[in-house]
């Protein structure tokens, strides 16, 4: 398989703009970057970018005379061009530099944020560990959406799990998938997706219509990327001691509860794998609520935090060097 643009008139075989026959090395690339120096907490990110441009193209969509469900249709469709556009720009100049696998390595790694999550979630764990529920409740507030401050330590505990697992899939899984298939674009449409629905895909009262076709292009997106997420999760926990075809069964069985199409694909393969019930009585914005019961066994404590960490990371191994086959055949 070659990609479109991989060959020039002459015959001659050459990188296209996304670098397609330096794929393995683009992807390999970015992962070392995400291990070595992690997301940048950098003024000009591009994502922070994205989210300032979102910010300034929603006051002028919902300044349209059209209704909120077409306002927010254009809202994304606006937003991922003027994303996009610049992206593919910036990749074709470096093409003509002979550069383009190293353009595609830098935005690859600009789209992944695995080694941050993981950080975060372990000072969470440190926290824990010396029982500073104040301090772990301010961790989790940047990684979270849901309420944490005041709460207990099994709720945190719990918190800290879901997070990890469910932005394992968005953070890791989806990332080096669409990279491996269709290289730093696609990637990078899935980032600029992802960050839409987490700015405007809420089911409240402002949102409901608005952000209604961010939300289900980002359910599409990672439709695949959460069930391979659970494959993965699970075949970790086959290899840190655990059972997969019970984690996968498992995932298959509790998924479905939950109302999103796809987060309960890693959460409940992550309970399976750690033999412990996740979901229950979660506070947002002050309101409780009660969200699908996930896996089976008791409700987790400090020392299955510590565990799920150590899956997470042999999950983010496992989905790199699957990238990385899916990528040498994609640029075969």
Known sequence: ???????NPSGDSREDF?????LPLTLALAVAMDLAVGDPQ???????????????????????PVNPKVQGGIFLAVTLLAAVLPLMVFLEILQVLRLGWLGGAITIYFCLGGKSLATEVTRVLSHLRSRDLDGAAEGLKFIVSRDVEGMDQGYLVRSAIETLAENFSDAVTSTLLYGALGGPVLAWIHRVVNTLDAMVGYRDERYSDFGSASARLDDLLNFLPSRMSALVVAAAGQIMGGNFKDA???AKEDAPKDESPNSGWPISAFAHALGVTLGGQTSYSG??????IMGKGPSPEVEHLERAISIYWVSYMISALVSLGIGGLMSL
């Open 1 to 7: 398989m070659r990609s479109v643009g991989s060959i």
């Open 18 to 22: 996304g670098g397609a026959q330096m």
């Open 42 to 64: 950098w003024r000009f990110h591009p994502v922070r970018l994205v989210g300032m441009l979102a910010e300034r193209v929603e006051s002028a969509c919902r300044s349209l």
């Open 248 to 250: 996968w069964e498992g």
């Open 287 to 292: 309101q409780w609520s009660l969200n699908p």
